[in-house]
């Protein structure tokens, strides 16, 4: 049996609060998970934040709990946009209603971009130059290890929805009990040439884990 049930209360424009309540019952096995949410809005900034927790038994008998939290803060307007996000899951969080990546995570990350709107990029259909930085910090404890990212960018936009995107991110990922340097050169491009012609384009060289257990 599947029970979900949810409260939502807003606040007109400025956000809204929420409950979640779902339940989980095959046999002796069951994952009951209660949850409370919260979002506020402003003209340039928004702010979330989310907390789970979980009570669950399997089908062996075994019971176990744990929880689960998310925090976001967003700054956006014309020249300059940042995000920061926080996440943690604990190892024994079960949510059986719900897609999750993984558990045992702790990760955060942040993201900026600043963008110039030159008037001489009219001349070449150019609307938008942004260049952009994104980090991320966080400990695996199911691959036994730590996760770090750091990526710089630039993306550049142009009329007949026109856009070019280039970044290298180098990052470190842990696996099997041990820790990988990861590296990613990226470069994409689109274009609607015509109301029937579009064309796009992408090349990308990177090194990454090869996720065999046995021999990584």
């Known amino acids: 049996y599947y029970n979900i049930g ?6 007109g424009q400025l ?4 409950l979640l309540l779902a339940s989980t019952i095959r046999g002796r096995d069951y994952d009951n998970v209660v949850g409370t949410d919260l979002a506020l809005r402003g003209r340039s900034q928004v702010v979330s934040l989310a907390l789970l927790a979980s009570n669950s038994r399997g089908p062996t008998g075994n019971a176990s709990s744990g929880v689960a ?3 976001l803060y967003g ?3 014309r020249r300059f946009s940042a995000t920061a996000l926080g996440e943690h899951f604990g ?3 079960r949510m059986d209603t719900a897609f999750l990546n993984q558990v045992g ?5 942040a993201f900026a971009s600043v963008s110039a709107h030159p008037r001489w990029g009219a001349r070449l259909g150019l609307q938008r130059i942004m260049p952009f930085v994104r980090g991320q910090l966080g400990r695996d404890r199911e691959q036994g290890g730590d996760v770090w990212s750091a990526q710089s960018g630039l993306t550049l936009n142009f009329t007949r929805s026109g856009y070019v995107r280039m970044d290298a ?3 470190q990922e842990p696996w099997a009990q041990r820790e990988f340097r990861t590296w990613r050169l ?3 491009s689109q274009a609607q040439l015509t109301r029937w012609l579009y064309v796009s384009a992408f090349t990308s060289r990177a090194r990454s884990i090869f996720y065999d257990p046995a021999d990584p």
């Open 6 to 11: 949810r409260l939502q209360s807003g606040f």
């Open 15 to 18: 956000g809204n609060a929420g």
């Open 69 to 71: 939290g998310q925090a």
């Open 75 to 77: 700054f956006r307007n």
């Open 91 to 93: 190892r024994d969080f």
């Open 105 to 109: 995570l702790t990760n955060g990350w």
């Open 169 to 171: 991110t180098l990052g």
């Open 186 to 188: 990226r470069a994409l």
